[in-house]
């Protein structure tokens, strides 16, 4: 449940002075894209902000962080719903944002929230208060994509107790980056001589206010306890004399004194209320036991002992960071069993009036595992959509048999990890599952027990099969067959995220997880057969997937076809978008190399228009992507050229494995449109993280790609090299068209490789291979198209005349165009067919339908 008061600017009651030189620097802000006011705590950052907000013309939206908002869920929703309360209406098209599958590509998410950012006709100022809190990488990195691509209107204030996570250099080197640091928090002589005679009212001289400045580094937090402490003094001379050391040893020294001097009640108020991160008279009362809670708030704010009111009612408030920390320092000194009581009567009130979120912290600290686990399995559902990087750290904090015999707590745990990469530990903990569970027949619901059991053989044969352990895997398929009611299958894990395709991109090629194609293809093909007649049964959609990959992999196209016709028949599919997306790529793909171009174009076409998910976006790149890829095999490098322009990813990007397929294309097409070294940059990114993921396919591919780029750029000698890495690897695994695909210049590249190889220069790959590869360049319904497909109409007609003879100029005259506009088709002529002249052109062109027993005779 959101909290109202983190939304609403924090009311900070009278200005300690008025600072204008601090004013002015804030506003400059304005004309950055980012402002960060950094500090330690104490500085007078929110103050500050808030002071400045109020009177600013811009429209402000504020969030107040905390602790519970490092999730990607609760970061987005706080952001989304505090610029809609400045801007109604805003985040109608984005409510996806904020679910947890939304953080496997945050590259989308953000262009979708910078979309309706877009849509923002006035300026506005969003300020990120306590942004410290906020540590989890994807938030970060996310946050780091909104600031480059952020509209000149929006601008982002932050206040934070330490720098940024996120690189700023490049920010500040545009003048879209503007810091605020502690040296134009601290207050200067005149604004402390204001301070202690307007604010504080002591009366000390102006040589007593400069050492109080230089003594406290003009710290706001320091002056404030200084003057707290001075009005008690009977010397304020020597009083004066006795603040020295450093920051810390100040605070401390001048927070125990202020609180020494407090009357008892009211201490032990304060440190019985400090396990609160806000509280309301009733909530002090259910902690402390005081009836006359509301009196203390309002005489802390009186004595203005570090309590900041959070609504205008003055019935929420909190204390300053810096004076609550003391206060639990002191409290865990002083009372710890008394501690951990006040915790577990905040939990009780806190559930009592339905928050039941902070409710599961305080249960957690106060040692009741069993009540936090209670209100995270009643808040479950909505905790995994809202609460998912919270919901682990508290799984994580509580004691394993606290949820033992909680399935679906541990389950979601397991699924946490297996989309994490934690295969081993995930399949460690299924499998101790799997025996609890199993002796609880007969004391659960047999159709609920049977549900569960689904469900841990599901998690037990996918993790398995993550770890090429097929065996295991069909073991474990075996028992998930016997307990699956398709009639109850909405309570299975499987069948979750139908509409998405975020989130599974890591295993949206669940062939190149496995080494083994040999081995792969029987397995395969098991349980293709054993689960066919399922209606509802959208994990076989994965399998389908798979064993199509492998057929077209393998040249054995008709078989592929006919198995993507059965799953494109199954009427469970349609609706699961991430399997249905790589269900028509593949038939695209296939449908081009069976001399169907038109048919592979209107395929991806009409995907366009009927998908419906909120991952739109990032689905249209996928489809764009393999629109491009098709124009490239098609010869239509502008087509192709114009989508490497406006994609949005760049040679230079930091990449993943979440958008490798796209980063790959890209790099095929600007090695053929003439930009080599972008590509062979990219491209060596790309293999560095197929190399961490140990992705044998993938690291085939890549290494193919390189092979040309590298050709493309003259490197032949290079080229070789990593085409011979590519072949090697590749062999055992009889890989086809991962090479068949590229065309006519893998066919040059492989007559070459042959040539090299038989002079010994080159690592030995079978002769009978490499006749199997270009068989396949050379055998495909396609072939007769490959010179109109790979060349216009204009370079087919030049490549003629230069076939009879001609030279430039008479070419030139002949087809009424300029001597430069010949020069310039010849060029994509040789680039496209992989020659270096005139001869080679011809040659290649003539002898493309018959190279392969040309070469190999």
């Known amino acids: 449940m959101m909290i109202s008061s983190k939304l609403k600017i924090p009311l900070t009651g009278r200005t300690l002075v008025p600072r204008p030189r601090l004013m002015r620097k804030l506003d400059e802000g304005l004309h950055a894209k980012l402002t960060l006011v950094s500090a330690p705590a104490g500085y007078g950052k929110t103050t500050a902000l808030s002071d400045w907000v109020k009177q600013s013309s811009a429209l402000a939206a504020w969030i107040s962080l905390d602790k519970l908002d490092n999730d990607w869920s609760q970061f987005w929703s706080c952001m989304i719903t505090s610029i809609g309360s400045a801007i109604p209406g ?6 996806f944002l904020p679910e947890k599958e939304t953080a496997e590509s945050y590259e989308t998410a953000m262009w979708s929230l910078l979309g309706e950012m877009n849509q923002i006709a006035d300026e506005l100022v969003i300020i990120l208060d306590d942004f410290h809190f906020i540590e989890l990488p994807v938030i970060q990195e996310s946050f780091r994509y909104l600031l480059d691509q952020l509209p000149r209107h929006i601008h982002f204030y932050i206040a934070s107790r330490r720098d940024l996570a996120i690189p700023t250099a490049r920010l500040l080197a545009q003048g879209a980056f503007h810091p605020v640091t502690m040296q134009d ?74 609180f020494r001097h407090l009357a008892a009640p009211l201490r032990e108020f304060l440190l019985k209320t400090s396990i609160l991160s806000r509280m309301n008279a009733s909530l002090c ?85 069993e009540d936090a686990v209670r209100l995270i399995e009643k808040n479950l559902s909505e905790f995994i959509h809202t609460k998912s990087s919270v919901l682990m750290n508290w799984i994580a904090a509580l004691p394993a048999r606290s949820y033992t015999d909680k399935p679906m707590i541990e389950m979601f745990y397991i699924s946490v990890q297996l989309t994490g990469g934690e295969w081993s530990s995930a399949l460690q903990r299924a499998e101790q599952a799997h025996i609890r569970y199993l002796a609880r027949q007969g004391q659960w619901p047999e159709a609920e027990w049977k549900i569960i059991m689904g469900n841990i053989y599901f998690f037990c044969g ?70 066919e007649d399922k209606e509802y049964f959208p994990f076989i959609g994965y399998l389908y997937v798979t064993y199509c990959k492998l057929l077209y992999e393998w040249d054995r196209l008709e078989e592929a076809e006919q198995y993507l016709a059965q799953a494109m028949q199954r009427a469970d599919l349609p609706s699961y978008v991430q399997i249905w997306v790589q269900l028509i790529c593949i038939s695209a793909r296939l449908q081009l190399k069976l001399g169907h171009p038109g048919q592979a174009s209107k395929q991806l076409l009409q995907l366009k228009y009927t998908i419906e998910s909120p991952d739109y976006e990032l689905i249209m790149c996928k489809i764009e992507a393999e629109q491009a890829n098709l124009a490239l095999c098609q010869g239509s490098y502008d087509v192709a050229l114009d989508w490497a322009e406006e994609c949005g990813l760049a040679p230079t990007d930091r990449v993943s494995m979440n958008r490798m397929s796209e980063y790959l294309i890209l790099a095929r097409v600007l090695a053929a449109g003439g930009r080599s070294e972008e590509a062979i940059s990219l491209l060596e990114k790309l293999y560095r993280v197929i190399d961490k993921d140990n992705r044998l396919r993938e690291r085939i591919r890549v290494l193919i790609v390189q092979c040309i780029a ?148």
């Open 285 to 369: 009362h259910a902690v402390t036991g005081h009836m006359n809670s509301q009196d203390h708030l309002e005489r802390l704010e009186h004595l203005k002992l570090f309590i900041i009111p959070l609504d205008e009612q003055r019935s929420w408030y909190r204390y300053h960071h810096m004076f609550a920390e003391f206060l639990q320092r002191m409290a865990a000194r002083t009372n710890p069993e008394q501690r951990q009581q006040a915790h577990v009567c905040a939990a009780n009130w806190l559930e009592e009036h339905a928050h039941d979120e902070e409710a599961v912290e305080h249960y957690i600290k106060g040692g009741r595992a």
């Open 90 to 95: 805003f985040g109608h098209s984005i409510s």
């Open 710 to 857: 590298h050709h493309y750029s003259g490197q032949a000698e290079t080229a070789l090299v990593k085409l011979g890495t590519a072949l090697q690897l590749a062999e055992s695994g009889r890989y086809i068209r991962s090479f068949a695909d590229e065309g006519p210049v893998m066919a040059e590249l492989l007559s070459l490789y042959l040539k090299k190889q038989l002079d010994g220069k080159l690592p030995q790959v079978t002769l009978a291979y490499i006749k199997q590869l270009l068989h396949a360049l050379h055998s495909s319904k396609q072939d007769e198209a490959w010179l109109k497909g790979v060349l216009t109409g204009q370079e087919i007609k030049v490549l003629q005349l230069i076939k009879d003879g001609l030279l430039n100029k008479e070419i030139a005259h002949k087809l009424n165009i300029t001597t430069e506009t010949v020069k310039f088709h010849l060029k994509n002529i040789y680039r496209k067919l992989g020659a270096h002249n005139r001869v080679q052109a011809v040659q290649l062109a003539n002898q493309w339908l018959n190279r392969a027993n040309a070469t190999l005779e």
């Open 462 to 531: 996918i993790l398995s099969y993550l770890q090429r352990d097929l065996l295991r895997t069909s073991m474990y398929f075996e028992r998930l067959d016997e307990y699956f009611l398709e009639e109850n299958h909405g309570g299975y894990f499987h069948t979750m995220g139908r509409t998405r395709y975020q989130g599974e991109d890591k295993f949206n090629d669940l062939l190149t997880l496995n080494h083994d194609l040999q081995a792969i293809e029987p397995f395969l093909l098991r349980w293709l057969k054993a689960w």
């Open 185 to 258: 928090l601290r207050f200067e002589l005149d604004e402390g001589m204001m301070y202690f005679r307007d604010t504080a009212d002591l009366s000390l001289t102006k040589e007593q206010v400069t050492e109080l400045c230089q003594q406290t580094e003009g710290w706001v937090s320091g002056l404030q306890l200084a003057a707290i402490r001075l009005r008690r003094s009977a010397n304020i001379a020597e009083s004066i004399r006795q603040f020295t050391g450093q920051q810390e040893q100040i605070a401390d020294y001048l927070l125990e004194e202020v």
